[in-house]
Structure formats: structure tokens, C-alpha cells
Nanobody, 125 residues
Framework: QVQLVESGGGSVQAGGSLRLSCTVS????????MHWSRQVPGKEREAVASIEISDWPHYADSMKGRFTLSTDHAKNILYLQMNNLVPEDTAVYYCAAKKKVFGGVWYCSGSSMYWGHGTQVTVSS
């Protein structure tokens, strides 16, 4: 079973940067559709970035141009580089994995989804 551990969160001032890591163990991340999301207490979880079947990163509109998702295949780690942070980026950031499944075409299976415990990002004005 794949396990995910996020790290790299912390407190920064507006305009600053952080790089989050999602360390994957138990299997290769390349077998999964990988997602970053975030959640503020009392609000719904919000998608941040993902890399799925095509292996091209996708970003939520508010993150485009500021966040960059990258991978290190040798280390089995996903990174989320976050630049020009604003207070609205304050949240717990989660890494998640959905198993890639072939059923005529490749797709991300929601029946096999794994989550990390999250890492807190706090941006002060």
C-alpha cells in the first residue's frame, strides 16, 4: 500500500516562497495520479495541482504562474514550489494518490485513493 508524507510547510510573509515535498513509499508515484490540495478549517478542500495520466502538471487557476509541481523519480518525491505567496494561501496542504488503472483507456481510480496527513502553510501579511 502506498504511503504519502508531506513536509516543507511553515510560516512565511506575503511574497515569500516555500517548497513542499510529498515523499511516496510502498510503490512508485508514477503508478498513481498525484494531487496536491489544501484545506482551511471550516471550508471545503480545494484542488491545487495535479499530475495524472498525461504526466503534464495541471493547476488551479489561482495558482497558475505561482505554483510549480515537479517530480524526482529517483527519490520518489513530488514537490510543490510555491512562490509569491499571499495570506489566502494559508491552509493545510495535502498530497493524495489515485491508482492508475487501464480499462480500455488509462484513468485515475477513485476507489484506490491515499492521503498524507498534511503540512501547514501560514502566510502573514
Amino acid at each position: 500500500q502506498v504511503q504519502l508524507v508531506e513536509s516543507g510547510g511553515g510560516s512565511v510573509q506575503a511574497g515569500g516562497s516555500l517548497r513542499l515535498s510529498c515523499t511516496v513509499s510502498g510503490d512508485s508515484y508514477s503508478r498513481y495520479c498525484m494531487h496536491w490540495s489544501r484545506q482551511v478549517p471550516g471550508k471545503e478542500r480545494e484542488a491545487v495541482a495535479s499530475i495524472e495520466i498525461s504526466d503534464w502538471p495541471h493547476y488551479a487557476d489561482s495558482m497558475k504562474g505561482r505554483f510549480t509541481l515537479s517530480t524526482d523519480h529517483a527519490k520518489n518525491i513530488l514537490y510543490l514550489q510555491m512562490n509569491n505567496l499571499v495570506p489566502e494561501d494559508t491552509a493545510v496542504y495535502y498530497c493524495a494518490a489515485k491508482k492508475k488503472v487501464f480499462g480500455g483507456v488509462w484513468y485515475c481510480s477513485g476507489s484506490s485513493m491515499y492521503w498524507g496527513h498534511g503540512t501547514q502553510v501560514t502566510v502573514s501579511s
